[in-house]
């Protein structure tokens, strides 16, 4: 069974800084990821989707790597703002069925 | 852009209640999707469609059924609503044909069932 981890949970940064979050998954019969931003008691925002087949997908300040034979992707984020504030949470999409796992999420908090 | 909406942002019933959560997207989407998702326990799937009448189940389906009447509207159905269902509640479309699509999601509905 797929399992998506994100670490850390929580990320606390000053503004300008470049950051990056991490996720992992175990199984690598994937056909692409997903980075999602969630707002406190909001839904989910697509952020990036990068394909099995990609090595990265860019879009304006983020950039998001996948490595699907070690199980791992990286959303990058340069010159964080406070606006960037929000949880981030990744998801693969299994060849099996084509469901969606999900990360639990890192919090990241960006001050001004 | 693509748009998908939830009938309710906040949502308040009574244990035993029948229940209905509604999703609508605009973009002509064939799968669809309802998941929960609780502190701790992050996001899980319910249900979903693939296309019109079609069902499938998730990993949580108990206590919930699902409508597919027209290929727009999604519904999730709590026959019996018990306190263990209170979550957030969020639903997705997607394009068919593949999965290498993007997930589109809802704003969720809260509900609290007392």
């Known amino acids: 069974k797929q399992e998506v981890t994100q670490i850390p949970a929580a990320l606390s940064v000053p503004e300008g800084e470049n950051l990056v979050l991490n996720c992992s998954f175990t199984d690598s019969a994937i056909y692409n990821l997903q980075w999602f931003r969630q707002d406190p008691g909001k839904g989910l925002t697509s952020l990036l989707l990068i394909q099995s087949s990609q090595r990265e997908q860019t879009s304006g300040r983020l950039n998001a790597s996948l490595d699907k034979s070690s199980g791992r992707s990286t959303l990058y984020i340069a010159a964080s703002q406070p606006g960037d504030s929000a949880t981030y949470l990744c998801?693969?999409?299994?060849?099996?069925?084509?469901?969606?796992?999900f990360g639990d999420g890192t919090t990241l908090t960006v001050k001004p | 852009d693509v748009k998908v909406t939830q009938s309710s942002r906040y949502l308040v019933k009574r244990t035993g209640e029948k229940v209905f959560l509604e999703c609508v997207q605009d973009?002509?989407?064939?799968?669809m999707f309802w998941y929960r998702q609780d502190p701790g326990l992050g996001l899980r799937l319910i249900y979903f469609?693939?296309?019109?009448?079609?069902?499938e189940k998730g990993d949580i389906p108990e206590g919930y059924s699902v409508s597919r009447e027209k290929k727009e509207r999604f519904s999730l159905i709590l026959e019996s609503a018990s306190t263990n269902q209170t979550s957030m509640y969020l639903c997705?479309?997607?394009?068919?044909?593949?999965?290498?699509?993007?997930?589109?999601f809802g704003p969720g509905t809260r509900l609290t069932v007392l």
């Open positions: 469609s693939y296309d019109v009448k079609m069902k």
């Open positions: 998801a693969v999409v299994d060849t099996n069925a084509g469901k969606s796992t």
């Open positions: 997705a479309s997607r394009i068919a044909g593949s999965s290498y699509n993007e997930q589109f």
């Open positions: 973009m002509d989407h064939e799968n």
